[in-house]
């Protein structure tokens, strides 16, 4: 099996783990930007160890970085910032599994951006998947007992936390390939590595900062919480790290494909941890929404 392959595994299982743990602390004392603060404060040593055990055994120091990498750095960690504030308060909105989902949306909208942006075409069997991937959004924006309209549901906040969430983890995913890509060296741990101990930095500093600004309380109970916040902090970097990984070593597009699996670990914490009730509505949504996923994919 292929290093990329098993890394993307590890990355979508870490992932889910990492989500639960965050729900959790959301839904205790931190607020979604606090649990979001945890998550890169407490990831930040474990990715120092990492780096410098890599280096030690190596016998090598840190590579010459440039501000291409810092600037790459820069934009996937501020578009990941912005993408888990959104994913959690999307937890509030909905189950769990029918969060991750609309999260997932991030593989329809990197193929939107790169029409608009970049005008790179979509084959006509793409946008076949695109409108399949809209049934499922349809489904799934549907709050209990709404009779109102199907494309009502579209303003539910749900929805536009959900697909923003999306929106910016593609950004993310984007930023994060190419800073990977700008380290100069050959090992794929060690380029993994380096990217994440940079960008856990800069996120655990800046959200340091904003919240010492807009949300003071919020440190305190960070800490307050750092039993359960620990192992926020260990999940997310080992899904990160595994992350990083794959993406130095595969497109982007067959990483989001692989890492689909998520979806089913997402469905699974959601009815066997969270005992949330998971309507026949919202599993054929998952469905469709997993299908167009996976279509948009092997089109591209």
């Not at 743990?21 to 930007?33: D, I, M, N, P, R």
């Not at 934009?75 to 189950?95: C, D, M, P, S």
């Not at 984007?174 to 890509?181: E, I």
């Not at 054929?284 to 089109?299: D, E, K, M, Q, Y």
């Amino acid at each position: 099996m292929e290093l990329w392959i098993i890394a993307t595994l590890s990355a979508a299982t870490f992932q889910t783990v990492r989500f639960m743990v965050q729900k959790v602390l959301a839904s205790g004392a931190l607020s979604a930007t606090g649990s979001t603060f945890a998550r890169f404060a407490y990831a930040a040593p474990f990715a120092w160890l990492v780096l410098g055990g890599m280096l030690w055994v190596k016998g090598t120091g840190l590579p010459g970085l440039g501000p291409a990498f810092w600037g790459w750095t820069v934009v996937g960690g501020l578009g990941q910032i912005l993408a888990t504030v959104l994913v959690v308060l999307t937890f509030r909105e909905r189950n769990f599994a029918v969060g991750i989902t609309l999260k997932k949306t991030e593989v329809i909208q990197t193929a939107l951006m790169g029409l608009v942006l970049l005008g790179e075409a979509i084959a006509p069997g793409g946008w076949l998947a695109i409108g399949i991937g809209l049934v499922g959004v349809l489904l799934l924006s549907r709050t209990p007992g709404d009779v109102g309209r199907v494309w009502a549901g579209l303003k539910s906040r749900a929805v536009v936390l959900g697909l923003g969430s999306g929106f910016f983890f593609a950004v993310s995913g984007v930023g994060y390939r190419a800073a990977t890509l700008e380290v100069p060296s050959d090992d794929p741990l060690l380029r993994a590595a380096v990217s994440l101990v940079a960008v856990t930095l800069l996120q655990a500093g800046g959200m340091a900062l904003w919240l010492r600004w807009r949300e003071p309380g919020q440190l305190t109970a960070v800490w307050g919480a750092r039993r359960v916040a620990v192992w926020l902090g260990v999940t997310s970097m080992c899904g990160t790290l595994s992350w990083f990984t794959a993406f130095t070593l595969q497109t982007a597009a067959y990483v989001y494909a692989l890492g689909q699996v998520e979806l089913i670990l997402s469905l699974m914490a959601s009815v066997l941890f969270f005992k949330e009730t998971v309507s026949r509505r919202e599993l054929v949504g998952i469905g469709f929404l997993t299908v167009s996923i996976l279509a948009l994919v092997l089109v591209t």
